[in-house]
C-alpha cells in the first residue's frame, strides 16, 4: 500500500493524505481545523465537567481544551471520482478554513475532475463547500442526499426549530442541486463498490458509507465518532450537537462493534487528521488506533 503526503507551505499543516484500499485510491483532505475549549460540554453533555477532564488527563491530553478537525473524502473508485462531504467552504475562510479546493489542487484534483459529490448529512461544516461565488463548486458533479435527510431539512418542522439556521443554509446550497442528484436510503449503491449505511441519530437521516474494493473494506463514518478518546471510551456519554441523543448512542456503539469485530478501517470526519484508523476492543469500551499503522495492512 501507498502512502503520500503532502506539507503545504506552513510546515505544520499537512494538507492530504492518500493511500489505497483494494483497487480504490483514498484521498483524505483537511478542510481546516477550528482550536477551542472543551471537550466538555460538547462531549459528555450527560456528564460533569470534571468527569470529562478526568477521562481526557487520562489519556495524556488538556482537561479544558480540545481541537476539532474537518475532513472531507476523495474516492477515485473505478473512472469515477467521488468526493464525500465539502467543508466550509467560502464562509469558514476568514477562520483558516474551506481549504478543501486549495488542498484538491495541490493532491492534483480539480473540481471539475469530480463525478459525484455524496453528502453524508446537511449540517453546515458538510455542505459549506458546494457553492463558490454562487455557483457550483463542482460544475460537472452529481450528487448523491440522503432521502431522509433532506426531507428533514426542508420541512417545517426545521424551518421553524431551533436549527432554523441550519434549514435555510440546506434551502440554500442543496435544494437547487436536487435536480442533479439522487435520494438515497440504507442499502443503496452510489456506485457499485460504495454503499450507503444508515447511521441515525447526529441528525435525523445521516449516513455512513462503505467502501469494498478487492479484499479490503472501509467506512466513512461522518459524525458517528467526533472524538477520537470520548466517543470510543465512552460511546454511551451524550454530544450536544446530536439531535436524537439516544439514537446517535446506540449507533455509535453498534458501528464500534462492527468495526472492531471486523477489524474494518474507517474515516470519521471530526477526528485527528488524517483522520483514519481503527477500533479496538478494550474491555466495555473501545479505543481508536490511528491510521499510522492501520493503512498499512
Known sequence: MEIETLIDENPGAPGWRRFTV??????????????GEGPFPTFGENQSAEAVGD?????????D????????TLIELGDQLVLIDTGMGEGGRANGMGLLLQRMGAAGYAPEDVDIVVLTHLHGDHIGGLMEGGSPAFPNARYAIGEQELAFW??????????????????????????RATMLKDGDEVLPGL????????????????LRSGERRMMFMADTFSQFVVSFQHPEWHVRFDMDKQAAVATRQRFAEMLAGENILFAGY?????????????????????EAYATLL
Not at 483497487?23 to 482550536?35: E, F, K, S, T
Not at 477521562?55 to 482537561?63: E, I, K, Q, S, V
Open 65 to 72: 481544551r480540545f481541537v476539532n478537525f474537518f475532513q472531507p
Open 195 to 210: 454503499t450507503a449505511r444508515a447511521a441515525f441519530g447526529h441528525t435525523p437521516g445521516m449516513l455512513a458509507f462503505e
Open 22 to 35: 483494494g483497487d480504490a485510491v483514498v484521498v483524505q483532505i483537511l478542510d481546516g481545523i477550528r482550536p
Open 154 to 179: 426542508t420541512s417545517d418542522e426545521a424551518m421553524a426549530g431551533a436549527s432554523s439556521g441550519n434549514a435555510k443554509m440546506v434551502v440554500q446550497m442543496v435544494v437547487p442541486l436536487r435536480e
Open 55 to 63: 477521562l481526557m488527563a487520562a489519556n495524556g491530553l488538556p482537561r
Open 270 to 290: 471530526h477526528l485527528p487528521f488524517p483522520a483514519v484508523g481503527s477500533v479496538l476492543r478494550d474491555g466495555e469500551a473501545y479505543r481508536f488506533l490511528p
